[in-house]
């Protein structure tokens, strides 16, 4: 496409040979008499040539009004010599360059060249920044894939916020790693980071150790202690796996989302709190929501910016850059010698599914590194749980990604081998297959052989 430069003179006979002299050297001209004109049209111009005695708004006004714009077409302004103190004012609000008047029409296509020469060394250093920007390691998550980097670009934009996230996603996906980037990207990354694991308070403690107790609350309440959400106070406090919450405490934690404010146990002082809150789920809420287990009112409260980490198996291209991440910061721990993975070992590691997810991956690559013998991690140093693949949904049909139908068939006669205890008949039946069926199918799949087939 060709370069459009804009023409701001108040002089139509100056800005006809110069709209010539640019059109003849290839450029679209755009023409202005004044700088109200001009702001119009300047959002579709490359380059802005402007006299800086114009009626009405001025050169510099006009120059003011393009970087309020934020627009990044770089301005050249005109003036007549004995204003050339006005012309160095303008270089400082921004302009790239002057024209003394009376030019040559050589010396204005110097400086036209020039600055849109400026202009293209600026756009390329602002998509580089940007390339660098993208956050291919955001502390210690690593993602590369497209649904990665969209999680990264969310932790950006709400890290500086107090808005309450809800972090949606299998066990193991990172969701722990993701809230503490939250924390430690946010003005309270000095303060109190807590991390509270709902899942692992007994339902008869999770009052006192949320919201802490007084003295002779309960029986062995020899003391005052403050709870998780006082120890937080100014921080962030991270409540992981919010979904095995009871009723009771989803009350009392509506009330801290809404009101700031809680009670210890056994006080009827009210206590305000300024806590962030991040929570973590690896269950459907909405499903809860509708069993009456979870509160409406409390999820739509947690749920003001959900962040849906995907599973590892959904962004398979992250796998060689994590495997490279666990590989160096095991084999530095244990002073290692290995420092590569061959491809046939990244080759098994892409084909795997990783039901585990980026958890199982880092203790894969960890054990791997200490039984390695070599200086180089090889298919055989990788060794892979053989855990069932994830099924889709009820209701779902389809092979799971990365198989064939043979493939999906033949793990599902070997699950219900093992369940039957390798009883054939056993398995032939909750397959809903006559026992010749199944045998034929195991011979196919080398688990028997055809003298075999008249046994039990």
């Known amino acids: 496409m060709k370069q459009r430069i804009l023409v701001v003179d108040d002089e139509e006979k100056l800005r006809r040979v110069i709209e010539l002299q640019l059109a003849t050297a290839g450029f679209e001209v755009d023409k202005a008499g004044s700088a109200e004109e001009a702001l119009k049209v300047v959002d579709r111009a490359d380059l802005v040539v402007t006299d800086l005695k114009l009626p009405g708004m001025d050169g510099l006004e006009l120059l003011a009004a393009i970087r ?199 006080s009827n002082k009210t206590r305000h709190i300024d806590v962030r809150v991040i929570a973590a789920t690896n269950q459907d809420l909405r499903a809860a929501l509708e069993q009456g287990t979870f509160r409406e009112d409390l999820y739509y409260r947690l749920n003001v910016v959900p962040i849906n980490i995907a599973p590892l198996r959904d962004r398979m291209h992250d796998i060689p850059f994590l495997a490279e991440h666990f590989l160096k910061k095991y084999a530095d721990e244990a002073g290692n010698r290995v420092q590569a993975i061959t491809p046939a070992a990244m080759s098994k590691l892409e084909s795997y599914h990783w039901p585990g997810n980026v958890r199982e991956l880092e203790n894969v690559i960890e054990r791997s590194v200490v039984m390695c013998t070599g200086d180089r991690l090889d298919a055989a140093d990788i060794k892979l749980d053989n855990a069932p693949r994830p099924r889709g949904a009820a209701g779902e049909f389809g092979v799971p990604p990365g198989m064939t139908l043979d493939q999906y068939e033949q793990e599902i006669i070997r699950a219900a081998l093992k369940r039957a205890n390798g009883n054939k008949s056993q398995t032939a039946r909750s397959l809903g297959l006559t026992r010749n069926a199944l045998r034929y199918r195991l011979t196919q799949m080398g688990l028997e052989t055809e003298g075999e087939q008249g046994q039990e």
Do not use: W
């Open 68 to 266: 309020r714009q934020n627009m990044q077409a770089p301005v050249i302004v005109m003036t007549a010599f004995g204003t050339i103190e006005v012309a160095v004012e303008a270089m400082k609000a921004g302009a790239v360059d002057f024209l003394l008047k009376p030019f040559s029409l050589d010396h204005l296509m110097a400086v036209v060249e020039k600055a849109l020469e400026v202009r293209a060394l600026r756009d390329e250093n602002r998509e580089l920044r940007a390339e660098l920007g993208k956050r291919y390691q955001f502390d210690n998550i690593i993602g590369r894939s497209p649904v990665m980097q969209e999680v990264f670009a969310t932790i950006e934009r709400v890290a500086p916020t107090r808005a309450t996230v809800l972090l949606a996603g299998e066990s193991g996906v990172g969701k722990d790693l993701i809230a503490r980037a939250i924390h430690f990207h946010s003005p309270r990354r000095d303060r109190p980071f807590v991390k509270i694991n709902c899942t692992a308070l007994p339902e008869n403690l999770m009052e006192s150790e949320l919201f802490g107790y007084e003295k002779g609350a309960f029986t062995g309440a020899n003391t005052t202690k403050p709870g998780k959400f006082e120890q937080a106070d100014t921080g962030t406090v991270f409540l992981d796996e919010i979904g095995d919450v009871p009723a009771t405490i989803q009350v009392k934690l509506l009330r801290i989302l809404q009101e700031r404010e809680f009670e210890r146990l056994g």
